[in-house]
Nanobody, 124 residues
């Protein structure tokens, strides 16, 4: 499956953005889809994930209540809605997909397929 993330940009603190992860090749319904981010000089960190079939989601403590994940399987796209953005959310955001079990969702090493990343910059 090929993934393409989009929707990043420069916003102010408190603004919202919606990132998209569009897939081709195979249906995202068959994969756990994760969102990760990487700030300059930091390791890639888990942001959230959508379970295979779309029945469940999870998110990191740092974004819970502000970020949410949704999907549109007919469009083969998963979204990351980001509200009340903070400067600390500034990073390159990646979507990824894996056919492994849900319990592996937190680790980037669990994911086989990655999008190219989209930059989110939040100014104060």
């Amino acid at each position: 499956v090929q993934l393409q993330a989009s929707g990043g940009g420069l916003v102010k603190a408190g603004d919202s953005l919606r990132l998209s992860c569009a897939a081709s090749g195979r249906s995202l319904r068959n994969y756990v889809v994760g969102w990760f981010r990487q700030a300059p000089g930091k390791e890639r960190e888990f942001v959230g994930a959508l379970s295979r079939g779309g029945g469940g989601t999870d998110s990191a403590d740092s974004v819970r209540g502000r970020f949410s994940i949704s999907r549109d399987y007919p469009k083969n796209t998963v979204y990351l809605q980001m509200n009340n953005l903070k400067p600390a959310d500034t990073a390159v955001y990646y979507c990824a997909a894996t056919a492994t079990v849900w319990s592996g969702r937190y680790s980037p090493d669990s994911y086989n397929y990655w999008g190219q990343g989209t930059l989110v910059t939040v100014s104060s």
